[in-house]
């Protein structure tokens, strides 16, 4: 069984940052792509940011030049600096991953249970 544990959610005032973190734990050979989501209450779950095994990096309109996600393959984690936060940031934010159990799998994909994100303004 495969199970991504986030971290690092919190309350800070406008302007200021986090960092979240998700580890992936459990029987799997890799990780593909790992990706940052957020619900706000009342939308829908959209796509914040997303890197590939590889290291290429991909991000929302609204977060560019503020967010920057990374991961650590060794670690099987997945980080989201956070900088500069803005009250519309506020959401349940849940990362996602994309795990392979063989070298010819298809790839399953995981999340996690969420971690609020809350900015005051």
């Known amino acids: 069984q495969v199970q991504l544990v986030e971290s690092g959610g919190g309350l800070v005032q406008a302007g200021g940052s986090l960092r979240l973190a998700c580890a992936a734990s459990g029987s799997m050979v890799s990780i593909g792509a790992m990706g940052w989501y957020r619900q706000a209450p009342g939308m829908q779950r959209e796509l914040v940011a997303i890197?590939?095994?590889?290291?290429?990096?991909n991000y929302v309109d609204s977060v560019k030049g503020r967010f920057t996600i990374s991961r650590d393959n060794a670690k099987n984690t997945v980080y989201l600096q956070m900088n500069s936060l803005k009250p519309e940031d506020t959401a349940v934010y849940y990362c996602?991953?994309?795990?392979?159990?063989?070298?010819?799998?298809?790839?399953?994909?995981?999340w996690g249970q969420g971690t609020q994100v809350t900015v005051s303004s």
């Open positions: 890197i590939t095994s590889g290291g290429s990096t």
């Open positions: 996602n991953a994309a795990v392979r159990f063989g070298s010819r799998s298809p790839d399953y994909s995981y």
